[in-house]
């Protein structure tokens, strides 16, 4: 038992090397809270009237914000232009495009002192939230077609490749045939209903639910495998150690494969999904621009 945990627990290690920049998500996480402790302390700054939209403080906020957004622009130019392709690596133009895209409208908001003063103002702002909002909406399924947020794009086969085929979870729980069936089942089911290259909604919805009840059953069932045999023959320190290392060895297989699973059934809706999303998100772009710039004009003229 030992040797197949160590052999499943090398295939996990294999597909964590494939996904190590995934990593990058923590930091996307970590700047998300800083951002979100800015726009609170702003909000209760701006309780206080310490300043407004207009004075000189206001009106640099709102500079400072909209600079923010305008190179928000480039990175689909960097994309489809050929003559920017040596203008850096395409991570790092996707990278400072979120990181500005959620930054530049929280100073704005700072700006605004959380209120709206003007009808131009108002749309300027709502357009900037439908956008900085669908920019946030839109990492969701960009990550799920590609590895980690900035990673590159990946395939259904490529996908596939990485569940493995049910032959390896026969060989690693060959002890619990009992979680053999169970995860193939979970695999099966979710193939059929999924077909590659059309949307599965109700995999969308409750995939992910299946999942995790799937995943608490399975743990019990690991547990009652592989503690039973050593309380009865009362083992010693030592071989509960090694029982111990196996066991979590075997949970983490049991969560990447249910994980690899629900990425290969999902993968052709996520990226449909993420084609809609594109579709919806370049007009909100330029609607932004258009009243950015009108509610730039409108502020100087009057």
Same mark, same amino acid.
């Given at each position: 038992?030992?040797?197949?945990?160590?052999?499943?627990?090398?295939?996990?290690?294999?597909?964590?090397?494939?996904?190590?920049?995934?990593?990058?998500?923590?930091?996307?996480?970590?700047?998300?809270?800083?951002?979100?402790?800015?726009?609170?302390?702003?909000?209760?700054?701006?309780?206080?009237?310490?300043?407004?939209?207009?004075?000189?403080?206001?009106?640099?906020?709102?500079?400072?914000?909209?600079?923010?957004?305008?190179?928000?622009?480039?990175?689909?130019?960097?994309?489809?232009?050929?003559?920017?392709?040596?203008?850096?690596?395409?991570?790092?133009?996707?990278?400072?495009?979120?990181?500005?895209?959620?930054?530049?409208?929280?100073?704005?908001?700072?700006?605004?002192?959380?209120?709206?003063?003007?009808?131009?103002?108002?749309?300027?702002?709502?357009?900037?939230?439908?956008?900085?909002?669908?920019?946030?909406?839109?990492?969701?399924?960009?990550?799920?077609?590609?590895?980690?947020?900035?990673?590159?794009?990946?395939?259904?086969?490529? *996908?596939?490749?990485? #569940? =493995?085929?049910?032959? !390896?979870?026969?060989?690693?729980?060959?002890?619990?045939?009992?979680? %053999? &069936? @169970?995860?193939?089942?979970?695999?099966?089911?979710?193939?059929?209903?999924?077909?590659?290259?059309?949307?599965?909604?109700?995999?969308?919805?409750?995939?992910?639910?299946?999942?995790?009840?799937?995943?608490?059953? *399975?743990?019990?069932? #690991? =547990?009652?495998?592989? !503690?039973?045999?050593?309380?009865?023959?009362?083992?010693?320190?030592? %071989? &509960? @150690?090694?029982?111990?290392?196996?066991?979590?060895?075997?949970?983490?297989?049991?969560?990447?494969?249910?994980?690899?699973?629900?990425?290969?059934?999902?993968?052709?809706?996520?990226?449909?999904?993420?084609?809609?999303?594109?579709?919806?998100?370049?007009?909100?772009? !330029?609607?932004?621009?258009?009243?950015?710039?009108?509610?730039?004009?409108?502020?100087?003229?009057?």
């Amino acid at each position: 038992m030992s040797s197949i945990a160590q052999g499943g627990y090398r295939g996990v290690e294999r597909r964590k090397a494939a996904r190590s920049v995934q990593s990058g998500d923590y930091g996307w996480k970590l700047f998300l809270i800083l951002v979100t402790l800015l726009m609170a302390a702003g909000y209760l700054v701006s309780r206080f009237n310490l300043y407004k939209s207009g004075d000189r403080i206001g009106y640099n906020l709102g500079l400072t914000g909209g600079l923010m957004m305008l190179p928000l622009l480039l990175y689909p130019l960097r994309k489809r232009l050929r003559f920017m392709n040596n203008w850096g690596l395409l991570p790092n133009w996707f990278r400072l495009h979120m990181m500005l895209g959620v930054l530049g409208p929280a100073i704005v908001m700072l700006h605004t002192t959380f209120s709206i003063r003007s009808i131009n103002a108002g749309v300027a702002l709502l357009c900037m939230m439908l956008v900085s909002g669908s920019g946030i909406f839109g990492r969701f399924f960009y990550t799920k077609v590609h590895y980690g947020l900035y990673g590159r794009q990946m395939s259904f086969k490529q *996908l596939q490749e990485e #569940l =493995e085929g049910t032959e !390896y979870v026969k060989s690693i729980f060959s002890f619990a045939p009992e979680i %053999q &069936m @169970k995860l193939i089942r979970f695999r099966n089911k979710a193939m059929i209903l999924s077909p590659v290259g059309k949307i599965s909604l109700w995999n969308f919805l409750t995939l992910g639910i299946r999942a995790q009840w799937l995943h608490r059953s *399975l743990i019990r069932d #690991l =547990e009652e495998a592989m !503690y039973g045999d050593a309380q009865e023959k009362n083992w010693n320190d030592v %071989q &509960m @150690k090694r029982l111990d290392e196996i066991f979590y060895q075997n949970k983490d297989y049991i969560e990447k494969y249910l994980q690899a699973v629900q990425n290969v059934a999902l993968f052709s809706t996520y990226e449909k999904l993420f084609s809609l999303w594109h579709l919806f998100h370049v007009p909100l772009v !330029y609607m932004l621009v258009f009243s950015a710039i009108w509610h730039v004009i409108a502020v100087h003229m009057y």
